[in-house]
């Protein structure tokens, strides 16, 4: 964000593939690349970020596999953000909203069902194919100062923008910056939700760490970046999706009052240490451990005769997998809604994806619950494995069995 050549390195993760590049049966035999997953603290701004970057033709162009939470508590999650926001900003049929990384629409789906123009920018082809069979225009590009020209042009400036898990896997973040300058209208909003960094930390989320997440965000360093945009944070506010998020509101200095809450996160975050090199190493440690305790349980019920699945393979999910050596000699399989992932094959572990029936049909005696954000929904939707006996293990903060 601030430039600064200035990183000390305090999470060191292993060479992993990139955590969506599930493969089909036939890339089985085929090499693999693996890249270095470092984590870094910025000694100048305070921002923790990858310390290197893969492409994002890699990431994203590539028969990309990620849908936008179909859960329960996605759809509530989507449907609160649109409505609140609308009410908030006074959104109406003369209003456009930009979703950079729109995904398949369902955030702009809940804003067109408040009235608002919508319009979708986001690069990856299959995922763009998705979003406009349901009636979502999509523009297939990586979003940047060069594209919200070419956007403004032809559709006028947006109201709003919205960026949510996607602000955080840019690496040219002051290219998308100026795209969002350009883009608003005089009292336009840029509103983008991200996993936040202290509950990163005081949960031991490390498996949130994958290659698209780029950056690990704090309220400091981003306070700080935006003052070279004449922009500036006036709200935040904390919300529970995947695993404790923050959504921040950004608009033009002087366009909107700045809300109490701002200062109030700041203070929090100098009181956490978010920055500071003891802080960072203690959680480094805890991540070794929960590796330790993790593999510790798995072999022991694979010793005593049990039979171990995943559930759900989200990106995190993968990283968990790949640091921890978790392999098809552990899991016999991992589960999974989405017919995107369903027949393949997990990247660098190499477990099958199956259905999610195969959990009671296989009679599983425990599942590793990969998708740990939504436990509670899981768990509660696999019935049938309950009633077999099925018992849960759930990886994070530290490894436990939950019947």
């Known amino acids: 964000m601030c430039g600064s050549p200035r990183l000390e390195t305090f999470l060191d993760l292993g060479f992993t593939p990139p955590a969506d590049q599930f493969l ?3 890339q089985l035999q085929e090499p693999e690349t693996y890249f270095p997953l470092r984590v870094a603290s910025c000694q100048k701004c305070g921002l923790a970020q990858l310390d290197h970057v893969v492409s994002p033709e890699i990431l994203y162009r590539r028969d990309y596999p990620y849908e936008s939470s ?3 508590f996605g759809q509530q ?4 953000f649109a409505t609140t926001v609308s009410e908030r900003l006074k959104l109406d049929s003369t209003s456009l909203v930009i979703d950079v990384g729109s995904n398949v629409g369902v955030l702009l789906e809940a804003f067109r069902n ?3 123009r919508v319009l979708g920018i986001d690069p990856a082809s299959n995922i763009v194919r998705l979003a406009e069979k349901r009636g979502i225009e999509t523009v297939d590009e990586f979003f940047g100062h060069g594209v919200a020209i070419k956007v403004e042009e032809k559709y006028g400036k947006a109201s709003l923008i919205t960026a949510t898990n996607v602000f955080a896997h840019v690496h040219d973040l002051r290219d998308f910056i100026q795209g969002v300058d350009h883009l608003l209208n005089l009292r336009g909003v840029f509103i983008f939700e991200a996993p936040y960094f202290g509950n990163l930390l005081n949960q031991v989320e490390f498996d949130t760490i994958y290659h698209e997440h780029l950056s690990y965000l704090s309220l400091e360093p981003l306070g700080q970046f935006l003052d070279e945009f004449n922009m500036e944070v006036f709200d935040v506010q904390e919300r529970d999706i995947h695993g404790g998020s923050f959504r921040v509101f950004v608009t033009r200095k002087g366009s909107h009052p700045v809300e109490p809450a701002v200062q109030s996160f700041l203070e929090r975050e100098k009181k956490l240490g978010l920055r500071e090199l003891s802080t960072l190493k203690k959680f480094a440690v805890a991540v070794e451990d929960n590796r330790r305790s993790l593999m510790t349980l798995l072999h022991d019920l694979k010793k005593a005769g049990k039979k171990i ?7 995190k999910g993968m990283t968990l997998l790949n640091y921890c050596r978790i ?5 016999d ?35 590793l619950l990969l998708a740990w954000n939504f436990a509670e929904e899981i768990m509660g939707n696999l019935k049938e494995f309950r009633k077999q006996g099925g018992k849960f293990i759930l990886p994070v903060p530290v490894p436990r069995v939950v019947e």
């Open 24 to 26: 089909r049966p036939d």
């Open 70 to 72: 179909t859960t329960k």
């Open 77 to 80: 999650h989507w449907r609160e």
């Open 309 to 315: 699945a995943g559930v759900s393979a989200p990106a």
């Open 327 to 331: 392999g098809p000699e552990l899991l």
């Open 333 to 367: 399989f991992v589960t999974e809604k989405s017919t995107l992932k369903i027949g393949r094959f997990t990247p660098g572990t190499h477990i099958p994806v199956v259905g999610d029936d195969a959990l009671a049909e296989q009679k599983v005696d425990y599942a």
């Open 114 to 116: 408040q009235g608002a």
